[in-house]
């Protein structure tokens, strides 16, 4: 085993003895959401994979420590320290792991520790993926990265729109990461079930994710799998009224000169304050709907 990595008790039990586990993401909490909300919504996740006959690995670093599995008060400080938590992506982990600091992991990092720890997949909300504009600033997350040469399932409700969405489907086919749609043919915007984007493949069931991951293992791939969920149509938001607190937060985002690994966190909270929480409570719910999948698909994996 890794010598920083930390596997709680729990999800160590459950793994040697090939019962299904869940990963999940930190930055989520400390970046993604607002404190108490991201607290009770990754505690209310957690809840959900186990409801669904699975173990929640919730991943973040701790004191450098590479932990698979968090407490419920590691949980409670991640959320309540919010962005004075360092977002941890793939560059990051060296430093804070050398310096014995702490990081709210990216999807990128927490592919990479729930693969050390041996967990094949992963349930969050949205992924990071091409900027608008990324043709001149050339943002583009470590996420698609990731999903590129690590070996997890990323079980997500697509992208939010905040980024361009035709140019990371782009990036994915290039980079041979199979994009699914679950119970759809059309890539999910986050917040909408539709983008106008199809997907590569549609899967109606846990168990066909299931072997089409198995199948992807067995041809020795090295990359991971996107499959994507659409929020449930009760919690959709109204597609022009998002668009427009998008539209806006680009806006603002472009006006304050932000940059760098605080674009995605700026553009999330914006559209929050935006949205007057209604883009919130869509966020928690199709988190939720993500555990759901997700953990069924683990446990047709261990079946
Ligand atoms: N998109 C969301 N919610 C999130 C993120 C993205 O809708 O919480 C977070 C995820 O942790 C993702 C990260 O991995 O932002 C991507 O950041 P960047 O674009 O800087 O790679
Ligand atoms: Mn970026």
Redesign the pocket.
Known sequence: MNQYLDISPEVKTALDAGKPVVAL?S??IS???PYPKNVETALLVEQTIRENGAVPATIAVIGGRLKAGLSREEIEYLGRTGRGVA?A?RRDLPALVARKADGA????T?MIIAHMAGIGIFA??????V?RGAEVTM?I???LEELAQTPVMVVCAG??SILDLGLTLEYLETKGVPVIGYGTEELPA?YTRQSGFGVDYRVDSPEELAAMFRTQRALGYRGGMLVTNPIPAEYAMDKALIDAAIEQALCDAKAQGIHG?E???FL?ARVVELTGGDSLES?IRLVLNNAMVAAQTAKALCG
């Not at 992991?105 to 990128?108: D, L």
């Open positions: 993401e930055t989520i970046h993604g959401m977002k992506s992991t990216t999807v990128a927490t969050t909300g949205g992924i990071g993926g900027h943002d997350s470590a996420d992208a939010k986050f690994k674009t995605t966190p999330l966020n």
